[in-house]
């Protein structure tokens, strides 16, 4: 395959390519989707660094609190306005959140597993057969 190379003009900033060839288009387009998937990938690294730090502060901003739950601005803000989450308001206007609340206030109302259910049933069956005392 004949692909002319991608040539730079001092006075411009950008590389220019001779897109009218279809071997030089489709090099072009694959070239894309690779430094694409390049970017996407570092973006991702970059969220779970993010984090990863998130993890190690006490106190969380409003924005870091909606990184950290995963849960978009608009719902946390519907959360704080209706008292269901806990935050802190120290001058009024500014929203901050103490993870451990925060952690804790997550994994608040667990749902049992069919095997807790079940062992919860059978205890209950066997405490309250009728007949015993």
Known sequence: MDSKPITT?????????DLQTPETS???????????ALAKEQIALFADMQKAHL????VLSFEEASVYTG?????????????????CKPNGKSIFFDRSKLDAWLLS?????????????????????????
């Open 26 to 36: 489709q090099s072009v387009l694959v070239e894309l989707r690779t430094l694409t």
């Open 55 to 58: 993890g190690q502060k006490a």
């Open 109 to 133: 109302n667990p749902v049992k597993t069919t095997e807790e259910i079940e062992s919860e049933a059978m205890s209950y069956i066997t405490r309250n057969k009728k007949g015993s005392k």
């Open 71 to 87: 849960y978009k601005e608009s719902y946390m803000y519907q959360l704080t306005s209706k008292g269901q989450i806990p935050h």
């Open 9 to 17: 003009n001092p006075e411009q900033s950008t590389p220019s390519v």
